[in-house]
């Protein structure tokens, strides 16, 4: 590695640490590289996400490309401790590497209206 | 932390059931205080006014009116009522949502308990920050001091994230400052501050730092709602005592995949429905929990 791709390295993690980032996501960020990485646009509208169903393979990184069709709403991945506000009009990235294999939730975590609590999806992380 | 409390300490209570629950810190007999007394208050949560299915309640017009006749024919009468938050069942019309708040504001004022405390939940104030709410019940974050004991209403439902937020925190650790570290301190709040189940938004975005406030007080007791059922957890030595609905139950948290209302079950009607009885001994620092269940009180 050089030593200017060594700067680059470190300065993305102090930059992911002062956002308060999980440190498996810190940690992804510094051993993986973006060759591999798959993109997944999820949109969020009142009350579903599009897909709710997603499968991920363990250990290869993956973007969310997220956004809203009507109003803002929340993205919340509790298990690997990602979540992000999605506002109309722009698109939210959140990258990490499912470091686990399971079924896990997310869900909108901004209330917005009668049926929030059924916006819910799930990944299936898979070996 | 949970310990036994002598009965005597108790106020005498109607004769009506339910599981019972002790739980607080204690202090040394020196620690106690000369102008604390035992009393007890009704908390009431999660009523939903407006929630329509038979599926889940047939008798969604009529549990609230049971649960408040039911309180109002306790031998002894508490000396307040809180309600911790959903009091209406949310609504896209804010319209809706003002008659609906109408409505169970007539309906509670036929308890003869005339000290009500009122507090949101994100069915009430989620949609419009508490716009609507506060015309009727006012202020959603405030405090009270009651024979000893100091009351904090938290509010972390009208900001939609979930969050207490840093104005409201700046609030807490300024009325904190003017509390004795062993005070007794209960907290009335909607959500967990905790995260009890984050994946079934059982959680509160800036609960830990909530939390970690508290946490500087040797006597915190937090009764909130949101869940829909009883449930006790201790973070370091706070207790937190979630209590029923009054409209349909909720699994154990993290229980299923989804998080569904559990149907009504017509062999045993309003099963999981109820409110509860906190005794408080103030000399001791402790409380008493005692669940009733709408079932019971027919």
């Given at each position: 590695?050089t030593r200017s791709?060594?700067?680059?390295?470190?300065?993305?993690?102090?930059?992911?640490?002062?956002?308060?980032?999980?440190q498996s996501?810190?940690?992804?960020?510094?051993?993986?590289?973006?060759?591999?990485?798959?993109?997944?646009?999820?949109?969020?509208?009142?009350?579903?996400?599009?897909?709710?169903?997603?499968?991920?393979?363990?250990d290869?990184?993956?973007?969310?490309?997220?956004?809203?069709?009507d109003?803002?709403?929340?993205?919340?991945?509790?298990?690997?401790?990602?979540?992000?506000?999605?506002?109309?009009?722009?698109?939210?990235?959140?990258?990490?590497?499912?470091r686990?294999?399971?079924?896990?939730?997310?869900?909108?975590?901004?209330?917005?209206?009668?049926?929030?609590?059924e916006?819910?999806?799930?990944?299936?992380?898979?070996? | 932390?949970?310990?036994?409390m002598?009965?005597?300490?108790?106020?005498?209570?109607a004769?009506?059931?339910?599981?019972?629950?002790?739980?607080?810190?204690?202090?040394?007999?020196?620690?106690?205080?000369?102008?604390?007394?035992?009393?007890?208050?009704v908390?009431?949560?999660?009523?939903?006014?407006?929630?329509?299915?038979?599926?889940?309640?047939?008798d969604?017009?009529?549990?609230?009116?049971?649960?408040?006749?039911a309180?109002?024919?306790?031998e002894e009468?508490?000396?307040?009522?809180v309600f911790t938050?959903?009091?209406?069942?949310?609504?896209?019309?804010?319209?809706?949502?003002?008659?609906?708040?109408?409505?169970?504001?007539?309906?509670?004022?036929?308890?003869?308990?005339?000290?009500?405390?009122?507090?949101?939940?994100?069915h009430?104030?989620?949609?419009?920050?508490?716009?609507?709410?506060?015309?009727?019940?006012?202020?959603?974050?405030y405090?009270?001091?009651?024979?000893?004991v100091?009351?904090?209403?938290?509010?972390?439902?009208s900001?939609?994230?979930?969050?207490?937020?840093?104005?409201?925190?700046?609030?807490?650790?300024?009325?904190?400052?003017?509390?004795?570290?062993?005070?007794?301190?209960?907290?009335?709040?909607?959500?967990?501050?905790?995260?009890?189940?984050?994946?079934?938004d059982?959680?509160?975005?800036?609960?830990?730092?909530?939390?970690?406030?508290?946490?500087?007080?040797q006597?915190?007791?937090?009764?909130?709602?949101h869940?829909?059922?009883?449930?006790h957890?201790?973070?370091?030595?706070?207790?937190?005592?979630?209590?029923?609905?009054?409209?349909?139950?909720?699994?154990?948290?993290?229980?299923?995949?989804?998080?569904?209302?559990?149907?009504?079950?017509?062999?045993?009607?309003?099963?999981?429905?109820?409110?509860?009885?906190?005794?408080?001994?103030?000399?001791?620092?402790?409380?008493?929990i005692?669940?009733l269940?709408?079932?019971?009180?027919?």
């Amino acid at each position: 590695m050089t030593r200017s791709a060594i700067a680059l390295h470190a300065a993305l993690l102090v930059m992911f640490a002062g956002a308060g980032l999980h440190q498996s996501v810190i940690r992804s960020w510094a051993r993986e590289t973006p060759n591999n990485e798959q993109t997944i646009r999820i949109s969020a509208s009142t009350f579903e996400f599009k897909p709710s169903e997603i499968t991920l393979k363990k250990d290869v990184p993956v973007i969310f490309e997220l956004t809203t069709q009507d109003r803002r709403h929340g993205f919340n991945l509790p298990d690997f401790h990602l979540r992000a506000d999605v506002q109309p009009g722009t698109t939210e990235k959140l990258r990490f590497v499912p470091r686990k294999v399971g079924t896990f939730t997310f869900l909108c975590d901004i209330f917005c209206g009668d049926q929030h609590e059924e916006m819910t999806g799930t990944i299936r992380v898979v070996e | 932390m949970i310990h036994q409390m002598h009965r005597r300490d108790f106020l005498k209570l109607a004769g009506i059931g339910g599981a019972v629950f002790v739980s607080g810190a204690t202090l040394s007999a020196g620690q106690a205080q000369q102008d604390m007394s035992a009393f007890y208050f009704v908390q009431i949560s999660d009523t939903h006014w407006g929630f329509s299915g038979p599926a889940i309640n047939p008798d969604s017009q009529g549990t609230l009116k049971k649960a408040i006749a039911a309180v109002n024919s306790l031998e002894e009468q508490p000396d307040f009522v809180v309600f911790t938050g959903d009091l209406t069942q949310t609504t896209d019309d804010p319209a809706v949502r003002r008659t609906r708040l109408a409505e169970f504001r007539d309906i509670v004022s036929d308890l003869k308990v005339k000290t009500v405390r009122f507090m949101p939940g994100e069915h009430d104030a989620s949609l419009d920050r508490g716009d609507a709410y506060q015309t009727f019940f006012g202020d959603m974050h405030y405090t009270f001091d009651h024979k000893g004991v100091h009351f904090i209403a938290l509010d972390n439902v009208s900001d939609p994230t979930a969050a207490v937020g840093e104005a409201q925190l700046d609030w807490l650790r300024s009325d904190l400052e003017h509390v004795s570290s062993d005070a007794r301190i209960v907290v009335l709040t909607h959500r967990p501050l905790f995260d009890l189940a984050p994946a079934w938004d059982w959680a509160t975005r800036d609960g830990d730092a909530v939390i970690d406030t508290l946490l500087q007080h040797q006597n915190v007791t937090v009764l909130y709602g949101h869940i829909h059922q009883e449930h006790h957890h201790m973070t370091g030595h706070i207790a937190h005592h979630a209590a029923k609905s009054l409209m349909w139950a909720l699994p154990e948290p993290g229980s299923a995949p989804k998080k569904v209302q559990i149907p009504w079950d017509a062999a045993s009607p309003y099963k999981g429905l109820g409110f509860r009885n906190v005794k408080a001994d103030t000399a001791q620092a402790r409380y008493k929990i005692e669940e009733l269940s709408v079932g019971n009180m027919l």
